[in-house]
């Protein structure tokens, strides 16, 4: 059997238990808080097909990929200048470890205070949760190239294009693809809880709605939204991966 066709049975059958188990409290519990899973689906539907409700998921999907293109792109520069020097390295590392340890409320709360724009306010707590970590991976990703290898490629004399498509690239990119499946999660958690004060449109703020309404059902359909986003987006980042590291073995490539 196929690799990829058994992997996605052995995810479905999970799924189809989970929601099983889903099922089974619902025919236990009242539907204020489990709903049927049929109920579930129709909602999710709903909100896939009404233009005025995925409208929310669209501008929740545009808030996590400004967020993470801004920290993909800081944390980038960070992480070559720290590969340059040592001395910065030792004077950066600290401080983005002390911020990675803080968590998104408290970013929420700093960003509420300093700051007026929605927008601006979403933006700043995205960069600042998912910063951290692109800087490290991205560091380590630099720091993974073999010196031998570099300086085997630099006996050849190669052009820039060349030492960046043949050495730079397959040597990089899996660790940034690997940093952009990581923080895609991280920051899919994070904006729900950044949109949960004083945003007026997104996933976060309809939860909101869904929780002051005590509607389960449409609590759950709008967190799949999300998640489906995140798989969607996940997904797409696998073929980009299969496609950039074609010449390595299937064994060694995300599947």
Known sequence: MNVR?????????????LAAGWQLLSMTFPPFLFPPVLDILKRTIEILVTGSLFIDVL??????FIGLFGAFIIGAGIALLMARSQSLENYISPVLT???GIPALSWVVFAIIWF???????????????????TFQILDAIRS???DLFEMTMSFRPSRWTMFR??????????????WKVNLGNAARVVVVAELVGATGGVGYELLRQQQLFDMAGAMAWTLQLVLF?????QTINVIEAWALSYRPVSERSI
């Open 116 to 134: 007026q724009g929605t927008e601006f306010r979403i933006g700043f707590i995205m960069v600042m949760t998912t910063l951290p970590a692109f």
């Open 230 to 234: 995140v798989l969607v987006v996940q």
């Open 98 to 100: 002390f911020f990675q």
């Open 59 to 64: 501008l929740t999907a545009m808030r996590i």
């Open 145 to 147: 190239m073999s010196k």
């Open 166 to 179: 043949f050495l730079i690239v397959p040597t990089i990119v899996p660790g940034i693809l690997t940093a």
């Open 5 to 17: 066709i058994k992997r996605f049975l052995q995810a479905s059958a999970g799924m189809v238990v």
